[in-house]
Structure formats: structure tokens, C-alpha cells
């Protein structure tokens, strides 16, 4: 069985993160308008509190793509399961995620938005996992990079639960002996 471990990053920190990720945004966006796509469901906290500290003008628009099922291993087999509503063509596309692990889903997402015509997509990822290999994923808006550990919270799910928990932590094994679900 797995429990709730230790807090890795708590509601204070990830605020003071998302309000430099913002100001990052205003910078380099200078009052050009942007489409923030949030990757559902993990991103949704994240892009409400990362769009509200945003001066830039943006719209929003959400898309899913299915990798994990309930297991807490990537499958790597991404699938588009919903898409936007908004032709993103000469648009600034940010793309909003809740976290890089292998980087396969930001892969595939950065791939399909790719033939749409964007004027620039850019990636704003809360956390990234330090795993070998991930670090080539182009992220231009990174909040904390992470040890390679299974978190939940803030929008970051295990099979559904703990998504609104309000900080960031570590699923743990719950110590009775039993082996971690695969
Ligand atoms: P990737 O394709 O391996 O980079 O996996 C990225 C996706 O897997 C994220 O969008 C999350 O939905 C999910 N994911 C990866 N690591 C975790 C984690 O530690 N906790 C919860 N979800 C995770
Ligand atoms: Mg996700």
C-alpha cells in the first residue's frame, strides 16, 4: 500500500515559485497576448494560480492526453483523449503542465501542436524529475526540479486521490512490509 509521506514542496514555496514563473512570462510575452494550454487534469491548479499573478493578456484552453492509468510508472504510450477548442495558428502557445518525467507527454503534446501553425510554443512545467535523458525536453519556464520520488498534490494525482491537497508531497510505502503497487 502507499500513504502520504513527507511535504516536498509546501503552499508558501510553491507560491513564491509561481509568482517568479510569472513574472518570467511578463517578461519575455511584453504585453503580446498568449494562449495558455493547461495539459488536464494534473495542471489545473497550477494555470488558475499561474494565470492569476499573469499581466500578460491570455486565453486558456486545456487538452488530455492519457499515459499513466493508475500505476505510478509512465506507460510512455501517450494518447490524445480531448483537444482544444481553439485554433492556435499565429498564436503564442504556453503550454502548462503539472511535471516532466520521462518527457514523453510533453513530446507528444509539443508534436501535435506542432503541425497546428503556431507563431511559438513554449513549455511552463511546475516541477521537472531529475531522471537521466529528461533533461533535453525544452523547458522554458521551469518552477523546482525534484528528486525522483512519486508526488502528489497541488493538482498531482495517484489513481484520482490527492489532487486537492494543498501542497506538493511524497507518496510513500506505507512500511507494513507489502510491496508498492507497480
Ligand atoms: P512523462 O510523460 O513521463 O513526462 O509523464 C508526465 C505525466 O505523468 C504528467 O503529466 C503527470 O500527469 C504524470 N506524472 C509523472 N510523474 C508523476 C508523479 O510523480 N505524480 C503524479 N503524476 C505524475
Ligand atoms: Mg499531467
Given amino acids: 500500500m502507499l500513504k502520504l509521506g513527507r511535504t516536498l514542496i509546501d503552499t508558501r514555496t510553491l507560491d513564491e515559485g509561481i509568482a517568479r514563473l510569472a513574472a518570467e512570462v511578463d517578461r519575455d510575452q511584453a504585453g ?14 497550477f494555470l488558475c494560480d499561474l494565470a492569476k499573478r499573469l499581466k500578460t493578456p491570455v486565453s486558456l484552453d486545456f487538452l488530455q492526453v492519457s499515459s499513466y492509468g493508475s500505476g505510478t510508472k509512465s506507460s510512455g504510450n501517450v494518447r490524445l483523449v480531448r483537444d482544444l477548442t481553439t ?3 499565429g498564436k503564442d502557445v504556453i503550454i502548462v503542465e503539472d511535471i516532466v518525467d ?65 501542497y506538493i508531497a511524497v507518496l510513500e510505502p506505507d512500511g507494513d512490509g507489502s510491496p508498492a503497487p507497480a
Avoid: M, W
Fill in 87 to 89: 485554433d492556435v495558428a
Fill in 102 to 166: 520521462t518527457g514523453r507527454t510533453l513530446q507528444k503534446i509539443i508534436e501535435i501542436l506542432g503541425t497546428r501553425h503556431p507563431k511559438s510554443v513554449k513549455i511552463c512545467a511546475l516541477l521537472q524529475k531529475r531522471i537521466p535523458g529528461n533533461d533535453d525536453v525544452p523547458i522554458d519556464y521551469l518552477g523546482f526540479p525534484i528528486e525522483d520520488v512519486f508526488v502528489v498534490g497541488y493538482g498531482l494525482d495517484h489513481a484520482e486521490a490527492f489532487r486537492n491537497l494543498p
Fill in 32 to 45: 503580446r497576448p498568449a494562449l495558455l494550454v493547461g495539459i488536464l487534469k494534473g495542471s489545473v491548479f
